[in-house]
């Protein structure tokens, strides 16, 4: 693996972690009301951003 498949490999699990913390953050505000909505709006931000959980991981 080369040094910029790795910077892009920490990128990714660094979006994912920020994505999971604001999904934690948005239902915590929302008293889990939304949290249907808000979990949507992550698998879609996920699959836009190329983080998709059932992608697998790019080969060389």
């Known amino acids: 693996m080369g040094i910029f498949d ?4 920490q990128g990714r699990d660094k ?3 920020m ?3 604001a999904e934690k953050k948005a239902n915590e505000k929302t008293g889990n009301k939304y949290e ?3 979990d949507s709006g992550q698998q879609q931000l996920h699959r836009r951003a190329g ?4 992608r697998p ?3 060389p």
Not at 51 to 54: G, N, S, T, Y
């Open 36 to 38: 249907s909505q808000v």
């Open 15 to 17: 979006a994912k972690g």
């Open 19 to 21: 994505s999971d913390a």
């Open 6 to 9: 790795r910077f892009k490999s």
């Open 57 to 59: 991981p790019e080969q």
């Open 51 to 54: 983080m998709d959980e059932e």
